[in-house]
């Protein structure tokens, strides 16, 4: 996997696959469809390892790999799966993908218009700036598509492996990977120059450096909620909207290996069998204390009818998160459950950063509502080392914002507001 200085991230993905044994599979290896759609790689397989780490191995056929493969290491093996790949997921009533989707609206001006960040504002993201509450201290991931990390208002924040060596060709720290002075790049492709601009975007949502000028005159710069965090980008999904499912895993597992305490995934789909693979990486994390935000997703259902994953994995230290409008309510588009949906966040026509050295205003999803919350998480762990992933989720679930007239439905009952969820927490952590 190509290792780059200047990074990445992610876009939109779907999951998984079915659970596969130490002994004989019921999979007919000529299955080139997995039930729930996505492409299932015959020669690729993930497979996790009695000691815990997990491995991406390649073999002729299936047949091959647990005949010669499985069987040679049948002692040191706990579990394998096929690989498959996953995809961003579009709009209901859209043949473009959800968050790739332009929106019209006018021109921004160099002076941002008070609607310009109209989430910060809603969720009241200021009144922690004004404590001087912004991130500081507090590492957080953006696993997606690609990310342009030498933007200017995104370089700033990169997280520096300062165990390796940049350039020099060595994997100084000994993780498996040469040079990744900032990040890995684990997408199946190289940088093209038409890179989706959904992972910049995401992560200018979550930590663009305010105290950093717009590359663009005709743009404001961007405020993001956590302006002081550090960014670990790391990019799985390609320019086309798909990547695979070992190449997410790789890619959270080195999330977490790097610090990260804070991991955006802007990305999921329909289950496939449970999605074992997937789940059983976001299980480890949550074991690590980890806080996991993840996209509810944009088909307009219920995932407690209809599992969507990682959505509806909900684990202890993981916030699925719906998306809602300006004027506080859930967007049409968003996913939602009383149960698998823990809150909402602003979601729709959201300005944050973009290739290369631009801006946009104008992307809608739910993969925007994530980072939002992710952000949120940034600021209240910077406030409050101590606090634990699961301290820092009851404090915003507890005090999210909502009407008798307008409940949302996630188990919240309403949108985010940091500024409360703070509140909660100073009177949980003590001053």
């Known amino acids: ?37 996505g492409m299932i790689y015959q020669n690729r397989f993930i497979v996790e390892w009695e000691d815990g780490h997990t491995s991406i191995e390649n073999a002729e ?24 790949e996953v995809q961003m997921l579009p709009l209901q009533d859209s043949s473009v993908t959800v968050d790739e989707k ?24 200021d009144q922690l700036w004004n404590l001087g509450i912004k991130g500081k201290g507090v590492t957080v991931a953006v696993v997606d598509s690609y990310v342009q990390a030498d933007h200017p208002q995104l370089f700033t924040r990169l997280s520096i492996n300062t165990a390796e060596i940049p350039n020099n060709g060595i994997d100084d720290d000994g993780n498996g990977y040469v040079d990744d002075y900032y990040s890995v790049d684990f997408r199946d492709e190289p940088t093209t120059g038409k890179e989706s601009v959904h992972g910049t975007h995401v992560a200018g949502i979550i930590l663009a450096d305010s105290a950093v000028p717009s590359a663009d005159s005709s743009s404001p710069a961007m405020k993001g909620m956590a302006p002081e965090a550090n960014l670990i980008p790391a990019p799985f999904i390609n320019s086309s909207g798909s990547g695979s499912l070992s190449n997410a895993i790789l890619a959270l597992n080195y999330a977490a290996k790097r610090g990260a305490q804070i991991i ?53 230290n993981q916030i699925t998160v719906a998306s809602s409008g300006a004027s506080d309510f859930m967007s049409y588009f968003s996913n939602s459950s009383n149960k698998l949906v823990h809150i909402a966040a602003p979601g729709e026509n959201i300005y ?69 969820a703070y509140l909660k927490l100073q009177s949980v952590m003590g001053n």
């Open 61 to 84: 056929s299936y047949e091959k790999f647990k005949s010669e493969f499985v069987k040679s290491n049948l002692k040191e093996i706990k579990k394998f799966y096929k690989d498959q």
């Open 1 to 37: 996997m190509e290792v780059i200085k200047f990074l990445l991230a992610v876009g939109f993905a779907s999951t998984l696959m079915a659970c596969a044994q130490k002994t004989e599979q019921s999979v007919d290896a000529a299955v080139t469809q997995a039930s729930c759609g």
């Open 264 to 316: 955006n995934n802007s990305w999921g789909g329909a289950g496939c069998e449970g999605g074992k693979a997937l789940q059983s990486t976001f299980v480890d994390l949550d074991k690590q204390g980890i806080l996991l935000t993840v996209a509810a997703g944009n088909s307009s259902h219920d995932i407690g009818d209809s599992p969507e994953y990682p959505a509806a994995f909900n684990l202890a």
């Open 102 to 125: 332009i929106m019209p609206t006018s021109t921004v001006s160099q002076n941002a218009t008070a609607t310009t960040y109209w989430g910060q504002q809603k969720v009241q993201a």
């Open 352 to 420: 944050s950063t973009v290739p290369f050295n631009k801006y946009a205003d104008t992307l809608s999803g739910t993969s925007m509502a994530s980072p939002f919350v992710a952000g949120a998480a940034a600021l209240l762990k910077s406030a409050y080392p101590k606090a634990t992933s699961v301290q820092i989720k009851d404090a915003l679930l507890t005090t999210a914002e909502y009407s008798q007239n307008n409940q949302f439905r996630v188990t919240s009952r309403g949108r985010m507001n940091v500024y409360k």
